[in-house]
């Protein structure tokens, strides 16, 4: 590691975008500085006090593996010390977890999958490297990535939660939050006109998290999006075992998350699902939601 570049303290407070998306189409270093600056903008909103670091929690569709290859080429390149460029280095005691430095910024990556249930749910498993299957059943899925000590996590699509599959969700909430700690997930694309989640009132009430993330979606433009909805944490965590340490405080349900970022505008929202239906085939399979 290399000690010229700028460390965070041994704990530090965190603002965590909670389902991030990096596409072929993108841009890294700029998606990269548009995380960064829209993690500078929420701290400065929620006036938190610095320094504090932007954490992307990762969901790689099996169409990607971005995160695996910057791991690999991270372990076998010594990282340049160069302030105009963004480089990778591994945390040593985490392997799921990256940091990316560009001068004075930093980011930490930690890798997770975006599965497709049998039900055509879309499940996360956070904090994790391993490879999941589509095509399970969502009560085998759930299994499978809480045994591989992952965080399973359903995240709101558009259009996913209605009819029978909100209530296969709705059964899973009930069935499974324990056993699995399943959480759900929030949607920086959600449209400001779909306000209403009756899944979200139960997990409230219920005291299930619910994690904001950005959910970019495979279309240029949307990854500066990245970092722009999201929570921060009320304790800080440790700069050498992130993700570790955000892990257990998603696990707590007595953790209060403070939420940040705004719901998507009905232009944006549309102009958005006509890209997606109009874009490439091989594109669009990449991305369901």
């Not at 879309?122 to 399970?136: C, I, K, P, Q, S």
């Not at 965080?151 to 069935?175: F, I, Q, T």
């Not at 958005?272 to 490439?280: D, E, G, I, V, Y």
């Amino acid at each position: 590691m290399n000690n010229t570049a700028p460390h965070a303290p041994d704990s530090i407070h965190v603002l965590v975008d909670a389902h991030v998306h990096v596409y072929p189409m993108y841009d890294v270093p700029a998606f990269l500085d548009a995380a960064w600056n829209n993690f500078q903008k929420a701290g400065a909103r929620l006036a938190m006090r610095e320094p504090f670091l932007g954490v992307l929690l990762l969901s790689e569709t099996s169409a990607c593996d971005w995160f695996l290859r910057q791991r690999e080429l991270a372990q076998k390149k010594p990282s340049l010390n160069d302030e105009h460029q963004w480089r990778f280095e591994v945390l040593e005691d985490e392997h799921m977890s990256l940091m990316a430095r560009r001068g004075n910024k930093q980011l930490v990556i930690i890798g997770g999958r975006q599965v497709i249930s049998a039900e055509g749910l879309e499940v996360l498993a956070l904090f994790t490297d391993r490879h999941f299957t589509d095509g399970m059943a969502l009560p085998d899925l759930l299994g499978k990535i809480s045994e591989a000590g992952a965080l399973p996590v359903l995240p709101w699509a558009v259009g996913k939660w209605l009819g029978e599959r909100g209530r296969v969700v709705s059964s899973a909430l009930n069935k499974y939050q324990s056993s699995y700690n399943l959480l759900l997930g929030d949607n920086g694309g959600r449209p400001v006109f779909w306000r209403r989640i009756s899944h979200f009132q139960a997990a409230r009430k219920a005291g299930v998290h619910i994690l904001p993330g950005s959910d970019p979606l495979p279309l240029k433009d949307d990854a500066c999006r990245v970092g722009n909805f999201g929570f921060a944490l009320p304790a800080p965590v440790s700069s050498s075992r992130p993700a570790e340490d955000i892990f257990r405080l998603l696990q707590n349900k007595q953790t209060e998350l403070r939420p940040f970022g705004r719901l998507q505008g009905p232009f944006q929202f549309f102009r958005n699902q006509l890209a997606l239906r109009f874009s490439h085939p091989s594109t669009v399979v990449s991305e369901t939601s």
